[in-house]
């Protein structure tokens, strides 16, 4: 037989092996009845779940182009509430077995089921798949694999009206002996969502008892890990190991519609910690924390208090720094000389509360810095609250607290603070810009105000602020070498006065403030050579001055209160930014030689014209009433008409 042959009849034989195979998977449906399919389907299905199912719709095998049942209208519930429901119910079969005759299922796949699943009042779980595993009395090899394609997930809160729902639900489930694994993606709030989970005993867990329990959730803004133990008594308890990692803060709570109470921060965040979960409370112990780039350990609880969450806790840090948080709010103008106009937006206030305690080493807020700092931070009831309860300011000791909340007329800002023997120079000029002070000094503010802006709250500010320092001097001016210089010659030069410093041995100012306009109610400043006093007021709310003052000379030796030798009185006026600083011109002329004879004589002058004047009036008024014509026009008395 040639080789052509024998190919022929290969060929032959193999096309009739092939039409004999799809001849008989197109006949062997109508040998296997549907009786035989849903005994099968509903074997597999409680093999897997445990639950035996309700199936109400038709059901139809197919073996090309795979061997496959399809279901419709399939349920898995307790019968008392809805659970877990399938549009299409598609189960793949084992070519081998069906050959012969039995109908064994290898893999169901769910497409677009729908299960709900409701937290009780007391944290229970009730769902209408029941988390327990097959019978022992079913072997391993007859569980098939689960699948869930384009599915929905509900859960509700019994004790509020809130519902989540979980939508494009792409899920495996499969059983070994009790553990249950299941992997899977979801869109969580419009969020595409990676999941893993493992629970490690249901049969345990169905019984009230802890089994472990293993999760992961990734989203594009927040990535969680929890590895530990779960349990459902008097509620839900879960507790073990917590991680959890966000590029951005701030997109993840967002992603569970929270808020954060600043516009600034809440960036790069990461977390580990024991958790304990329970149906009140989230508590976070041996808790360490990163959150832009500042480092603490501590503890956290997080709460609900109503319907508002509540976060508690106490964190402690090497160094912290909040100048991302201070962002996005404007004290100053776009034009950098007047106030912010822009409105104030207190919404953040009303997102959650919380009640931390923070301390660090090392605090930084711009350009403020502050040392071994104890710090209280409250939101509660839309109202935002910061306590120093103990910091240390450029070496001095500072203590206050500055409230912000809503008001009659807008947001409402009270400060009161206390700084104590701090360097004058570098803590002023970080405060209020002023740099001309050195020393040490203690500043005292108590300050409140209310509006929709910056610009409105300092228009209505109030309160008072006194200062007083020792031992330090002020620079850009020697108030005792001007006088001198004046003394002498008090016409030469006056116009400039900068350079040098002004030592002191004591300077005090106490200031009241009302509706944005501070008074001074007393000043003064005083060393063995010179005396400086001030009055006046200087506009917050427009920031300019306009201040009066005296500067004067003290003679060694001089009895108290005895006249000075020479007292030049002063303003002030300008800017903050830019005052200009003028010597009253009369005094001045006064104590010179040359011009005092002149001024003597204007002076002299004025007061004769004055007596005459005063004179003359009585005479002006005799003659000109009688005379006096209907149009306001004097006339002359009749005895001078008369008169040739």
């Known amino acids: 037989m040639s080789v052509l042959t024998r190919m022929q009849r290969i060929t032959v034989g193999a096309l009739g092996v092939v039409f004999l195979l799809a001849g008989g ?64 119910l598609q189960a793949t079969v084992r070519i081998l077995p069906l050959l012969l005759g039995r109908v064994e299922i290898a893999s169901l796949t769910f497409e677009r089921p729908r299960l709900s699943i409701e937290i009780g009042a007391d944290g229970a779980l009730i769902v209408g798949l029941p988390l327990r595993s097959p ?50 993606s979801l869109l969580m709030r419009n969020v595409p969502t ?98 832009d780039g500042n480092r603490a350990e501590g503890g956290l609880t997080l709460k609900r208090d109503g319907s ?29 000389r007047d106030w912010s106009r822009e409105p104030i937006d207190l919404d953040a206030l009303d997102a959650f509360d919380f009640d931390l305690r923070l301390s660090a080493g090392r605090v930084v807020v711009g350009k403020t810095e502050l040392a071994r700092v104890a710090i209280a931070a409250v939101q509660k009831g839309g109202r935002f609250t910061v306590s120093v309860g103990e910091a240390q300011f450029y070496e001095g000791a500072l203590r206050g607290a500055m409230a912000l909340g809503r008001g009659g007329a807008g947001p409402e800002v009270k400060i009161e603070a206390n700084i104590s023997n701090f360097d004058l120079e570098r803590g002023l000029g970080e405060l209020a810009g002023i740099r001309r002070l050195e020393g040490k000094g203690t500043l005292g503010l108590v300050l409140e105000g209310a509006g929709p802006s910056v610009h409105a709250i300092v228009r209505a500010l109030s309160g008072q602020a006194t200062l007083t320092a020792s031992n330090g001097s002020l620079n850009g001016i020697n108030v005792e070498q001007v006088l001198r210089r004046l003394e002498h010659k008090p016409l030469s030069g006056a116009a400039d006065f900068r350079g040098g410093r002004t030592s002191f041995e004591r300077l005090m100012a106490k ?66 930014d830019k005052p200009f600083l003028l010597p009253d011109p009369s005094a001045l002329i006064q104590r ?48 001078v008409r008369d008169t040739p």
């Open 25 to 88: 998977l197109v006949v062997l449906p109508y040998f296997v009845s549907e009786h035989q399919i849903r005994a099968a389907v509903t074997r597999s299905l409680t093999a897997a779940t445990g639950v035996e199912p309700q199936i109400a719709g038709a059901a139809r095998l197919a073996l090309l182009p795979r061997p496959a049942i399809r279901l419709d209208d399939v349920r898995l519930d307790d019968g008392t509430r809805p659970g877990f429901s399938a549009g299409t």
């Open 135 to 184: 019978a022992n009395s079913i072997e391993n090899t007859d569980r098939p694999e689960l699948r869930i394609v384009d599915g929905i997930v509900e859960l509700s809160f019994a004790d509020a009206e809130r519902r989540e729902t979980f939508s494009a639900v792409e899920a495996s489930l499969a059983w070994t002996e009790s553990s249950l694994t299941a992997t899977g």
């Open 194 to 291: 990676s999941i893993s989970l493992l629970i490690a005993d249901t049969n345990v867990l169905g019984r009230g008892g802890r089994s472990g329990l293993r999760l992961r959730l990734e989203a594009e803004s927040l990535r969680v890990g929890f590895d530990g133990g779960l349990a459902f008594r008097n509620g839900i308890q879960a507790d073990g190991a917590l991680a959890a990692e966000s590029h951005s803060l701030r997109a993840a709570l967002a992603w569970f519609s929270l808020v954060p109470p600043t516009r600034g921060g809440f960036g790069p965040f990461k977390l580990k910690a024991q958790a304990a979960l329970t149906s009140a409370a989230l508590a976070l112990t041996g808790l360490s924390i990163e959150l």
């Open 308 to 336: 508002r969450p509540v976060l508690q806790g106490t964190l402690a840090g090497d160094s912290a720094n909040f100048t991302p948080y201070s962002g996005g709010f404007a004290v100053i103008g776009e034009d950098g």
């Open 511 to 576: 200031l009241r403030i009302t509706r944005g306009t501070a008074r001074v109610e007393e000043a003064q400043v005083d060393s063995p050579q010179v005396r400086v006093t001030l009055a006046g007021e200087a506009s917050i709310a427009n920031r300019d001055l306009d201040l009066k003052g005296t500067a004067s000379l003290v003679r060694p030796g001089s009895a108290a209160g005895a006249p000075q030798a020479f007292d030049l009185p002063f303003i002030v006026q300008g800017s903050w």
């Open 592 to 639: 010179s030689g040359a011009a005092a004879p002149l001024l003597d004589a204007v002076r002299k002058q004025s007061a004769r014209e004055k007596t005459a004047r005063s004179s003359i009036a009585p005479i002006a008024g005799a003659l000109t009433s009688p005379g006096e014509d209907s149009r306001g026009v004097t006339a002359a008395p009749a005895a």
